[in-house]
């Protein structure tokens, strides 16, 4: 299975902005959920955010507010607009099918939140 593409990690200042992008890969979004995970140092892999078929959206009540995912069917991409950052969400960020077991994790992108 064609494995998704994370990018537009970085290094921020707290307070600061960044927004992420997923190629999807195999998983066309016209019929599959997405989701954005991140692993911390230290930290199992959790759920940060995920978007439906039908367009509906779950996210992290540690990210509530913060964080926004969206998708582009057209372009098979998903994106996490992630403001207000904290050190906190420091990690490397992945994209996945998560209702797949069998889908292909990408590389990640590595975030990184400065205090």
């Known amino acids: 299975q064609v494995q998704p593409v994370e990018s537009g990690g970085g290094l921020v200042q707290a307070g600061g902005s960044l927004r992420l992008s997923c190629a999807a890969g195999g998983s066309f979004l016209d019929i599959n959920a997405m989701a954005w995970y991140r692993q911390s140092p230290g930290k199992e892999r959790e759920l940060v955010a995920l978007i439906g078929t039908g367009g509906h959206t779950h996210v992290a009540a540690s990210v509530l507010g913060r964080f926004a995912i969206s998708r582009d069917n057209a372009k098979n991409t998903i994106y996490l607009q992630m403001n207000d950052l904290k050190p906190d969400d420091s990690g490397i960020y992945y994209c996945?099918?998560?209702?797949?077991?069998?889908?292909?994790w990408g590389r990640g992108t590595q975030v990184t939140v400065s205090s």
């Open positions: 996945k099918n998560p209702f797949v077991t069998s889908a292909s």
